[in-house]
């Protein structure tokens, strides 16, 4: 009836058939549902369906009444390579204050019905990947039909339960979100609320940040891990996969694609980790420079900034001698020499930030910082006027193109003119003891 | 806050809510009543750690206004959180996780928290208090959304074993309870009896006299307003005047600055979009005595507090009794006199009213009318709450039955059955595509082309756009004019540029009503009634050029856009074809124009509404009824329940059509009557009085007495 409606208005109105099915669509929706149309429902078909998706997927079925589940348990065993060094996982898990040993970390990633995060998107599909006895761990869950719900999610808190360090790729914001959701709406207790979780986006953005278009996971397998899926089901398709799916469309190869599509993500976050500490842990270390993989690179700034905490110190001012051609690796070993008290040493690298070809208001930024060491730490007041005088010239010079308009230079002078004055007023007190 | 005693309704407030019970407070503007639903909510929320509340604003000017009320009362325990579109993301987590009172709009609950319910998982955990202030203002399609958007809360709710107590307030309409319990699906307790003290209060409503009798033209309402304005507040009374268009507001407001040159700073002007502290400088300056008149379009009708004055002016009838209460509320006193002007215009309403000024002071006959069962509004609200919850096959959503459109939502494969349970099965949020204060989201935009720039200059609804924006339409905005260039109709823009032409322009509509269904049928001696489900079919064809201050025709225009059409309600009227013997096919035709033209101004006496949600269309013979016909229908599609009102009143309406013409001081009809250009008064009083002598029996011969 509605495919009547359809061709008849184009047929009436072509210059306007959108418009004018939109319309008619909306009557005949009126007029649908005085008619009361019932859906033909296949009858118990859900059983095959079930049997039919895991002949291909090679689980096993979980059932529980009508309810059933698919679940998938895989054993990778360990190759010849041993796990890289792992004594760095406590920089990135710092809540936890003592180190993180790998058999600890659960890997986690969901496929779901949408991508808006509210009541109504679920998820239908749970990866999990762990380090056992001999070798990796991988576990999925699948949500067979939606009234399975509260099955599936038992599973789902069976598997975190045991664990106290979840690793995602934005898991923090999306996934955990909704899995938390879907406790909420089964009315059942979340015990994965208690742990603490390492979101590698958040790291990816950190290592590499200013180095890639996008930080999507297939970005980052792309331009770092360097891989590239073939034969892959793309993200966006996955909803329509499950739904269809549901509705009992024979789509059985889609949805094995969907598994593998979240097996090769759960994969890929492995070894990014593992990519990641090779790096933290190279980093700064000249001589191993070369056994970075191939194209690697990272902001040794951002990396550095890693490695805050006291133990760390030491490594986080390699990083950055280690990249000294870099003006903000300079930058941050000058500042992060200020805040260690090691004046001398933080002078030395602003003054040669300072003859370097920089903006203007980075320059302005680097005497301040000069003058103000010279004046309160080292208390030599004739080279923070130097600095000072420096800064006036420059500024002079910079009159009638000051980036952010008139107003703000004059600011800008003010400020430096007060100092000047007050340096002044200490040599000539000094002079005078 | 030093309160030292109640008023009555206050106390009652809150013996009704502290006793579980649900109320709606309707004392007049000004007496309270924020105090009155604050009191027992915030008295709950700190005798239970564990309780929770929600306050509903229409607006969020008016938000910000409560949440200085609320935090007076230093209620440290209760964290109070603003939670609208411009609350940053920080506060709102904060806001899930330690709210007790979370004040908020409509359009926030229905996009933003309803779909997230298991994130407020903490609000709704022990919610008890709702409030709802303004109710009055959730009618029509807003408020048949809203009454959904409740039915959704309530649903959610229930899911975290929470059975909220609603409190509301309203200004004085016909149908406080029965609003709320269409809204809230729970009955009242009403609390009507003002305990406030009042001064002694005079209404004066002043009709002004007639300049041009034979058109009926009297003289304007603005000139009229600035006088008495200038009289009062030159004696030092301080006023406000209302106005009933921005327009009028700033004419007004620019007589009386020149009247007063010498302290123009003591007349202020107030229009919507003003900040709370330029309220607030109004505010102080009235109270301290700077200022001493203020101009106002209706914004300051809602209940945004200035304190009182002595002299409200309404320069026209603001368009319905509820209104009149809320504008005519902000002049009164504690103990001195004050004083409220209504000055009616040559509208057939102002008029009508000027003659029954009964209507202002008896009870309100106005109702606000809502129809949460409208099939569109309906079928997005089932949507969105498949969403937050999925439906069990029999359940009911508050009270309607929503079978039908969980299978047709089947169909379209947005939700999946189960098991006897519909889930939502969509990667979209349906919250995000329904706009609760309309039913049509595709506004226009108009676009000024010039020098090569765009610029956006307003908005139209689709449903007017054939009417004023068909290309070649000379379009006026404020006091430019514009020529439309070009009509994208798919992009929705109207392209227009700067001109001058010495014409204006008018489309030729025409209007097609195909009756669907007839829910309703009265068969009265001289007409039949009937409440129907219709289609209205409207078509532009050609436009007029009509030429300025002569208003003589000049040419035509032809215009080449669709119809437009729409599914919604209608009270149609067919007349028993003697009543039109002996006049021309032309007279006829002019007949059940001015009928209409009747019908549809004075509905408004019944309805709270604006008279252009009402549409009006005539047929000489109808195809089915086969009789002179005339509709008055819903301009809403599917309608939002003015009909079924209006069929409910169709006695009142034709007996106030009737008094209208009657009364009317012009000889051969006007625009305050039959509408302008018709000249046939006699004959159209005549016709009324036969509907409605004919309706209680008593047949006159010839109509005449």
């Known amino acids: ?433 | 806050m030093g309160i030292d005693r109640l008023y009555t309704h206050q106390a009652e407030t809150y013996r009704t809510v502290a006793g579980g019970r649900h109320a709606v407070i309707t004392t007049p503007t000004a007496s309270g009543k924020s105090l009155a639903y604050n009191l027992p909510v915030l008295d709950g929320l700190l005798k239970d750690p564990d309780a929770k509340a929600v306050y509903l604003f229409p607006t969020k000017a008016l938000s910000q206004d409560q949440i200085k009320g609320l935090s007076d009362f230093r209620a440290d325990d209760v964290r109070l959180y603003v939670y609208d579109g411009d609350t940053p993301s920080s506060i709102r987590q904060s806001a899930r996780k330690n709210g007790r009172l979370i004040v908020t709009n409509p359009d926030m609950l229905h996009s933003g928290i309803l779909p997230n319910h298991p994130k407020w998982v903490k609000i709704f955990d022990g919610l008890k208090y709702i409030v709802l202030d303004e109710l009055h203002t959730y009618r029509g399609i807003f408020g048949s959304h809203l009454a959904n958007v409740m039915r959704r809360l309530v649903r959610i709710a229930a899911f975290y074993n929470s059975h909220p107590v609603f409190i509301a307030s309203s200004a004085t309409i016909h149908n406080p309870d029965e609003l709320f319990e269409r809204i809230t699906g729970v009955k009242p307790v009403v609390i009507s009896k003002n305990g406030a003290p009042l001064g002694p209060k005079h209404y004066i409503i002043y009709n002004p006299p007639i300049v041009n009798p034979e058109q009926g033209i009297r003289r304007g309402v603005v000139l009229e307003g600035t006088n008495l304005a200038k009289r009062f507040i030159g004696n030092g009374s301080t006023t406000i005047v209302f106005a009933r268009s921005r327009l009028n507001t700033e004419v007004i407001l620019s007589y009386l600055k020149k009247a007063f040159r010498g302290t123009a700073d003591s007349i202020a002007g107030y229009r919507g979009g003003y900040l709370p502290n330029e309220r607030r400088n109004i505010e102080r300056g009235l109270k301290d005595g700077t200022i001493k008149g203020v101009v106002s379009t209706n914004a300051l009708e809602l209940g945004i507090d200035i304190g009182s004055l002595d002299v409200s002016i309404m320069a026209g009838f603001p368009g319905s009794v509820s209104s009149f209460h809320q504008q005519a509320g902000r002049s009164g006193r504690k103990r001195d006199a004050s004083v409220s002007i209504l000055i009616t215009s040559n509208s057939p309403l102002d008029q009508y009213i000027a003659a029954h000024p009964e209507f202002l002071m008896e009870k309100n006959p106005e109702a606000a009318l809502i129809n949460p069962s409208n099939i569109y509004v309906l079928v997005d609200q089932v949507k969105c709450a498949s969403f937050e919850l999925p439906f069990r096959e029999e359940e009911a959503f508050g009270g309607a039955d929503v079978g039908d459109i969980l299978a047709y939502l089947e169909e379209e494969e947005v939700v999946h059955y189960e098991e006897g349970v519909y889930h939502w099965q969509d990667r979209s949020y349906p919250a995000e595509n329904v706009s609760i204060r309309s039913a049509d989201i595709g506004n226009f935009v108009i676009v000024e082309m010039a020098h090569g720039r765009r610029r956006v200059i307003g908005e139209m609804d689709r449903a007017t756009v054939p009417e004023l924006l068909f290309e070649n339409a000379v379009y006026l905005h404020g006091s430019d004019q514009y020529t439309v260039t070009r009509l994208d109709w798919d992009k929705q823009i109207a392209y227009v540029e700067k001109s001058r032409p010495d014409y204006y322009t008018d489309a030729i509509t025409k209007t097609d009503i195909k009756i669907l269904e007839n829910n309703e049928e009265e068969h009265l001696a001289t007409y039949r009634a009937f409440l129907s489900d219709v289609l209205v079919r409207t078509t532009a064809t050609k436009y007029k050029k009509i030429k300025f201050h002569t208003h003589e025709n000049i040419g035509y225009g032809d215009i080449s856009l669709p119809p437009t059409e729409m599914h919604t309600r209608s009270l149609i009227l067919s007349f028993e074809a003697k009543l039109f013997s002996g006049l021309t096919r032309d007279e006829s035709e002019g007949l059940l124009l001015s009928v209409s033209y009747l019908l549809r101004n004075v509905s408004p006496i019944y309805i709270l509404t604006d008279v252009r949600d009402i549409g009006t269309a005539q047929a000489l013979k109808q195809q089915v009824i086969e009789l002179p016909t005339v509709f008055i229908y819903d301009k809403y599609p599917g309608g939002v329940g003015l009909s079924d009102r209006l069929f409910e009143m169709k006695n009142e309406i034709l007996q106030a059509a009737l008094w209208r013409v009657r009364e009317c001081e012009c000889s051969r009809g006007c625009p305050s009557c039959v509408g302008p250009d018709r000249y046939n008064k006699k004959v159209c009083e005549k016709f009324l009085k036969h509907l409605v002598s004919g309706l209680v029996g008593i047949h006159g011969k010839d109509g005449n007495e």
């Open chain 1, 1 to 433: 009836m509605k495919e009547i409606q359809r061709e008849a208005c184009i047929g009436l109105f072509p210059q306007y058939s959108k418009e004018m099915c939109a319309r008619m669509n909306r009557l005949d929706l009126y007029s649908r549902l005085r008619g009361s149309a019932r859906v033909d429902r296949p009858e118990s078909e859900d059983e095959s369906k079930v049997q039919r998706l895991n002949a291909r997927i090679g689980g096993d079925v979980v059932s529980r009444g009508s309810k059933s589940i698919i679940c998938v348990f895989r054993k990778i065993p360990r190759d010849n390579r041993s796990f890289i060094d792992t004594s760095l996982l406590d920089v990135l898990f710092p809540e936890a204050g003592h180190p993180v040993p790998m058999k600890d970390l659960l890997f986690f990633d969901v496929e779901t019905t949408g991508l808006s995060g509210g009541a109504g998107t679920v998820f239908f599909l749970i990866g999990f990947l762990n380090v056992g006895e001999d070798g990796l761990e991988f576990t999925q869950f699948f949500l067979n039909s939606l009234s399975s719900e509260r099955l599936f999610l038992e599973h789902v808190e069976d598997k975190f339960a045991p664990y106290t360090y979840f690793v995602s790729y934005n898991g923090k914001s999306f996934d955990f979100n909704i899995i938390k959701n879907r406790f909420i709406m089964q009315g059942m207790r979340f015990g994965g609320e208690r742990g603490t979780h390492l979101d590698l986006l958040y790291t990816s953005r950190r290592l590499w940040r200013g180095m890639l278009p996008d930080y999507s996971l297939s970005t980052v397998e792309e331009k770092i891990l360097d891989v590239k899926r073939t034969g892959d089901i793309p993200g966006w398709r996955v909803p329509e996969v499950y739904s269809d799916f549901l509705r009992g469309r024979n789509i059985y190869d889609d949805m094995k694609a969907v598994f593998s599509h979240n097996r090769d993500d759960i994969l890929s976050l492995f070894t990014l980790l593992e990519v990641q500490l090779r790096i933290m842990d190279q980093a700064g270390e000249k001589s191993t420079a070369d056994e970075l993989p191939g194209t690697l690179q990272y902001n040794p700034v951002s990396v550095s900034g890693l490695f805050s905490a006291r133990e760390y110190r030491q490594k986080a001012v390699d990083i950055l001698t280690s990249h000294q051609e870099d003006a903000a690796s300079l930058k941050g070993l000058a500042l992060l020499h200020k805040r260690d008290k090691r004046f001398e040493q933080a002078l030395k690298y602003f003054k040669r930030l300072c003859e370097k070809k920089g903006s203007l208001s980075e320059y302005l930024f680097i005497c301040t910082e000069i003058s103000k060491i010279y004046e309160h730490h080292i208390k030599n007041y004739q080279q923070a006027l130097l600095y000072t005088q420096r800064m006036i010239k420059r500024l002079k010079r910079a009159v009638y193109f000051y980036p952010r308009g008139r107003a703000s230079f004059e600011g800008e002078l003010e400020n430096v003119n007060r100092r000047y004055a007050r340096l002044l007023r200490k040599i000539g007190g000094s002079k005078r003891h």
